[in-house]
C-alpha cells in the first residue's frame, strides 16, 4: 500500500513539475526568447563554472591527499617492496605532474573561450611539430618508466640463483588459509586435493618422505632477514594470497601450483613501533572505541583478494615476523604431518 | 546494396515510405517495432540501454549503502530484494551478486550496446549519406537479440538460487560450480544464455556498420573525409568482430565444463566434502580467453565516446577538431595495440613473469595515442569559440576523466606496481573513471548532442546544466577518493570492510562516497525527466540547430525512410571547416562545394 502511494506521489510530482517547466516555457516564447539557445550569458557562467571547478578540483585533491595520508600502506615490511614503493613514488610524481598540467590546461581553455555570438574562433587545422613534441614527450616519459618498471618486475620475480629460500606452501580453501612448512628438509612432500581424508586437510602424501617432516599451521610465521618462497595452491576455487604490508600478492590456482619470494624485513613488533603505524593504530582505536568494541593491535595479514564465494570478505590469516630465535620456539611447539597421523 | 541504388532512383517525393516498392504498408509494427530503419533502432537501442542503465545504478546504490552502512537495516532493501535481505540488511551471497550484474549490465547492456548500438545506428547511415544500413533486416535481428538478451538478464535477478554472482569476469571454477556459491546455479546459465544472445546481436550489428561504412559512403566521401564519429564506430565494429567470438568460446567451454562433464577449466577441485572428477583443465585458460575480447571490449566502450565528443568539441568550440590524421592515426593505434594487452589483468595469476614484462611493455604503449588524443582535444578547445551546451559540458567532462582515468592506467599496467594495486579498490576507481565516467559522459553528450536529430525537439538547456554539473561533481566525488582506499590496501568486491580492524579507519571515506553515489543516482532524475518530457513535449527544433558541417543535419527533421528525399547529398569537403576564414559564416556544411579560389584544408 505504501509502495502504491509513493509511486502515485512521484507520478504526481513528475506532472507538476512538467506543467511547471511548461509554463515557463510558454512565458519565454510569449516574450520572444528561445530559452534552449545557448546565449552569450550562458557560455559565461558555464566558463566561469569550469574555472570554479577546477580550482575546487584542487583544492579537494590536495585536502584529501593530506587527510588520507594516514590511511595508507604503511612502508614496506619487505625487501623487494622497497623497490616497489620507489617505484610506485616516481610514477607518483610522474602521473601527478601530468595532471596538474593537463587538467588546468583543459578547464582554463575552457574558461578563457568562451564563446560570444560575435566573435570567430581561429582556424587551425594542426600542427606537425606540436603533434610531434607531444608524441615523443610521452613517449621518451614512458620509456623511462618501462625500463624502471620492468628492472624492478625482474628483480622481484627473479631471485638470485645462490640464495635457498626456506619453502613455504600457502594453502587455500573457501573460507579460510593454511601454511604448510617444509620442515627440516626444506622439501615439501607432494599433495593433491584427492588425497585429503580426516585430519589431512590439505591432501599430502604420506607416501611421500617428504611430507613427513612438514608442519600444518593456521598462523603465518617468518623469520626476519630470510628469503622465503611461498608456493601457492588452492583447494576449490582461485583465491589470491594478498598481503599488502610485504607488496606480496599471487592468484592461488586449483590444478596448479603459483609461486612468489620475499625477503621480510621488518619484525611485528618493529613495525608496530613505526611513526604511521602509531598513528593509523590510534585512529582505529578511537573509532573502535567509540563503537564499544576490542582494540586494535597492529598486526601483519594475509588476505584474499580474488572473488571466491559469500564470506570472501572474511578470509584471513595472521601473519607474524620475528627473530630466528622466536621463530624456532613457535615452530618447535608445532606438529609435524606424521605426528599429527 | 541494390536495394538502396533502386530506393533512390525510385524516390520522388518527401512522404514517408512513398519510395517503397519493396516494403510493406507502414503500421505499428512495422514502424514501432520490428523496424529496419536504422533511426527507429537507433531509439529502440537507446530506450533499452537507458531502461538496463537505470537497473545499473540502483543497484549500485544499493550496495554502497551496504559499503557504507554495513549492519544497518534499510526498509528498501528489504523492500527490493526481499529473502535475500532480512531486516533490511542485504547478505553477503546477494551483494555479490549485485556487484556482478551491476558491472555485466553497465559494461555490455549500456555502455556497448546503449551506446554504440544506438550512435552507430543512428549516425553511420546519416553521416555518410546512406539511405540506411547495407542489411536493414540484419541490423533489426541485432536490436532483437539484444532485446531478448536484456530480457533474459533481468529474469536472471528472480531465480529462488539468485543471479550469477561470481563478479562480471565470471572466473571459473567460482561460476562454474554451485557448490561453491548458489548464484552459479541456475542464475549462471541465464547469465550464459543471455550473453550468448549478445554476443549475437553485437556481431550482427558490427558486421553491418562494418559493410556499410565501406561501401555505402555518397559520393565524395572518401574515408579521409569522414567524421571522426564514423572512424571511431567503423574501428569499434572491427573491434567486436575479432574478438567478441573469443568471448562466446570461451562461454562454451564454460558450458561444456558446468553441463557435460569436460575439463576445459577445472582440476583437482575439493568442495562439498567431495573430489570433483575433473582433471587437466586450467582456470587461467578462461583469463587468457576472457581477456583476450574484455580488453578490446574496454575500447569498443570507450572510442565510440571518444568518436561523439571529437564531433561535439569541434563543432561547440566552432573550430576544426586539431590534428584529424592524428586523431584516425591514434584511434588505429589504440585499437591495433587493445589486442596484445590482455595480459595485464593477469599479472599475479602465476603466468610466466616474462609475459608479463611483454604486456607491461605493450600495456603502456597506449598511453601514446591516448597523449595524443588528449593533447588534441585540449588544443581544439584553444582559441575557439566554446558554446557551452550540454552536450559540450560532457564531452570537456570526458577529457578530463579520460586523462585522470588513463594516468592511472600508467600505475596499473605497470606489473611490479600492479603486484599491491591489483583487485584495490585503486584498479575500481581506474576503470570507473578511465571507462565507465568517460563513455557514459560520451553517451551524454551524444544524447544531448543529436537528440534534435533523433525526436526533432530540442532538450531543455536549464535542466541540462544542473544534470551535467550535478553529475560531474558526484562521478569525481564518488571514484577519486577510491584511489586512496586502494593505496590502503582495501580489496574490491567485500561485502563488509569490517572484518579487518585495519580498514576501520576508511569507513568514513565510503560514507562520502556513498553519499556522493546516492547524489549522482538523484541528479539522473532530472535526466530522465528532461530526456521523456522533451520527447513529448520538447521544443521543436531546427533542422541544423548547432550549426554542424555533418551530412546528418542536412536531412529533414521529419524521419523519413531513405533519410534524404531526392538524390543523396554530395560530399564536397571534410567535415570540419568552421570559422574557415573567407567564409561568410563560422560553418560550410560538407555539401558545400569549394568556393572559387578556396583551398581544402584537408
Redo the contacts between chains.
Sequence with gaps: MS?LLIIIVLVLA?VA??QA??IF?ISNALKGK?????TDD??KR??W??LI?MFG?FI??IW?SAS?W????PKSASVH?K??DN??AI??I??TA??VV??P???Y??FK????KA?????????DK??LI??FI??IV?AG??LY??S???S???RPEDEEPMIVEIYA??FGWNARYSGADNQLGYA???N?AGVNVL?VDDTDGASLDDIVTTELHLPVGKPVLFR?RA????H?A?M??F?????C????V??FAVTPDVTTVEMRKEQDVIA?TA??NA??KAKG?EL?E?DY?L????????????M?MKIVVESQEEFDNWMSSQKTFAETL | MSDIQSAETMHTDTHDHSHDDHHHEANFWNTYVFSQDHKMIAKQFLLTGIVMGTIGMMMSVLFRLQLAWPEQGFPILE?LLGKWAPDGVM???IY?ALVTIHGTIMVFFVLTAGLSGTFSNLLIPLQIGARDMASGFMNMLSYWFFFVSSVIMVISLFVTSGPAS??WTV?P??SA?PQ??PGSGAGMTLWLVSMTLFIVSSLLGALNYIVTVLNLRTKGMSMTRLPLTIWAFFVTAILGVLSFPVLLSAALLLVFDRSMGTSFY??????GGE?LDH??????LFQHLFWFLGHPEVYIILLPALGITSEVIATN????I?????MVGSILAIAFLSFIVWGHHMF???MN?FL??VF??TT??I??PS??K??????T?????????PAM?FS?AL??TF??GG??G??LG????D??V???YFVVAHFHIVMGLSAIFGMFAGIYHWFPRMWGR??????G?FHF?LT??SA?GVF??MH??G???L?R?????T????F????D?NILISNFAILGAIAQGIFF?NFF?SMF?G?RSAQNPWKSNTLEWTAPVEHIHGNWPGELPTVHRWA?D????GMDE?FVPQTIPLGPGEEE??
Excluded at chain 2, 266 to 271: A, E, G, T
Excluded at chain 2, 414 to 417: G, Q, V
Excluded at chain 2, 578 to 581: A, D, L, R, T, V
Design positions: 509502495a513528475g513539475i512538467g517547466v511548461r516555457e528561445d530559452e534552449n539557445e545557448i550562458d557560455n558555464q566558463g563554472y569550469m571547478f578540483m579537494t585533491f584529501m588520507y594516514e590511511v595508507m600502506l617492496g623497490e616497489v617505484l610506485m610514477s607518483m610522474v602521473i601530468m595532471f593537463t587538467q590546461l583543459l578547464f581553455f575552457a573561450y568562451k564563446g560570444k566573435n570567430r574562433a581561429t582556424f587551425v587545422s594542426h600542427n606540436l603533434e607531444w608524441t610521452p613517449a614512458l618508466l618501462i618498471g620492468l624492478t618486475w625482474n622481484t620475480m627473479f580453501k573457501q593433491n586435493v584427492r585429503i591432501g601457492f583447494q576449490d576455487v582461485i589470491s594478498f599488502p604490508h607488496r606480496v600478492q599471487m592468484n590456482v586449483p590444478g596448479a603459483t609461486q593509523k585512529t582505529i573509532i573502535r568494541e586494535y597492529f595479514v588476505l584474499c583478494n580474488k572473488i571466491c564465494g559469500s564470506a570472501h570478505y572474511n584471513q | 523492500k547478505d553477503s551471497s555479490l561470481a563478479g572466473y571454477p567460482l560450480l561453491a556459491i577445472l582440476s583437482d577441485i575439493f568442495i573430489v582433471a587437466g583443465g586450467s582456470p587461467v568550440s566552432r573550430k576544426p586539431f590534428g584529424y590524421r592524428a599475479v595469476t602465476g613473469p608479463g614484462s607491461t611493455f603502456l604503449l598511453a601514446i597523449a595524443v588528449a593533447f588534441n582535444y585540449i588544443t578547445l584553444w582559441k575557439g569559440n566554446i558554446r557551452f551546451t559540458l570537456i577529457v578530463s586523462i585522470t594516468l592511472t600508467i600505475i605497470d606489473s611490479a606496481l603486484i599491491n591489483h583487485d584495490t530540442r532538450m531543455n538547456k536549464t535542466m546544466y554539473w560531474f561533481i569525481y577519486f577518493p586512496f582506499l593505496m590502503a590496501g580489496p568486491r567485500y561485502y563488509t570492510n572484518a579487518f580492524p585495519m576501520d579507519d576508511l569507513a571515506i525527466f518530457y513535449r521544443k570540419y568552421y570559422s574557415k576564414p563560422d584544408t584537408h
